[in-house]
């Protein structure tokens, strides 16, 4: 099992930046990916931002050069810092960690979520 805990969500006014973060712990594979993934409220869940666990990263066009995936492989931990906020990107955040310990098969594991709040 992996457990995931976010922390860094609140609330900002347009423009403004907040660094979201994710600790994962527990079995963890040095096979992975971890990401974000974000649900606005009466929207479907969509993919933000991705880190292989080679450090190459993916992320959704509408955040591109505004928002910057990281990880510290050391503690495990993801960080999404965004930049230049828009009211749009007010939503609910999950990070996620992708286990690919038994290639092909893998298994996904999700944080609890934290709300982003973007303010015009």
């Known amino acids: 099992q992996v457990q995931l805990v976010e922390s860094g969500g609140g609330s900002v006014q347009a423009g403004g930046s907040l660094t979201l973060s994710c600790a994962a712990s527990?079995?963890?594979?040095?096979?992975?990916?971890m990401g974000w993934h974000r649900q606005a409220a009466g929207t479907e869940r969509e993919s933000v931002a991705m880190?292989?666990?080679?450090?190459?990263?993916n992320y959704l066009d509408s955040v591109k050069g505004r928002f910057t995936i990281s990880r510290d492989y050391a503690k495990n931990t993801v960080y999404l810092q965004m930049n230049s906020l828009k009211p749009e990107d007010t939503a609910v955040y999950y990070c996620?960690?992708?286990?690919?310990?038994?290639?092909?098969?893998?298994?996904?594991?999700w944080g609890q979520g934290i709300q982003v709040t973007v303010s015009s």
């Open positions: 996620y960690h992708q286990d690919f310990r038994n290639w092909p098969s893998f298994r996904d594991y």
């Open positions: 880190i292989t666990s080679g450090g190459v990263t």
């Open positions: 527990g079995r963890i594979s040095s096979f992975n990916n």
